[in-house]
Nanobody
Framework: QVQFVESGGGLVQPGESLRLSCAAS????????MGWYRQAPGKERELVAT???????SYIDSVKGRFTVSRDNAKNTVYLQMNSLKLEDTVVYYC??????????????WGQGTLVTVSS
């Protein structure tokens, strides 16, 4: 069993910062990539940022220069540092993990979701 537990959401004002984190635990042989998605009500879940096992990152255009994804391999944890938050960043954020177990490859698991609210 693998668990992926998110934390760090909350209420902030425009221009402020938040850091989300997501820690994986359980039967993980190796982590392939980790990422963050977000989903607004009535919309498709969209990829926000990813980080590969060797550290390569990618971002959607709307968060480039404001958000930074990072990982701590020793803790199987992925972070999303969100700076200069905007009203339109108000959505539920989900972390995502692609990993190999001791028997299977390319397994996926999602965090439970954390709400980020940007409001003045």
């Amino acid at each position: 069993q693998v668990q992926f537990v998110e934390s760090g959401g909350g209420l902030v004002q425009p221009g402020e910062s938040l850091r989300l984190s997501c820690a994986a635990s359980g039967s993980i042989f190796s982590i392939n990539y980790m990422g963050w998605y977000r989903q607004a009500p009535g919309k498709e879940r969209e990829l926000v940022a990813t980080i590969a096992s060797v550290g390569g990152t990618s971002y959607i255009d709307s968060v480039k220069g404001r958000f930074t994804v990072s990982r701590d391999n020793a803790k199987n944890t992925v972070y999303l540092q969100m700076n200069s938050l905007k009203l339109e960043d108000t959505v539920v954020y989900y972390c995502h993990l692609n990993y190999d177990s001791w028997r299977y490859k390319n397994l996926e698991i999602w965090g439970q979701g954390t709400l980020v609210t940007v409001s003045s």
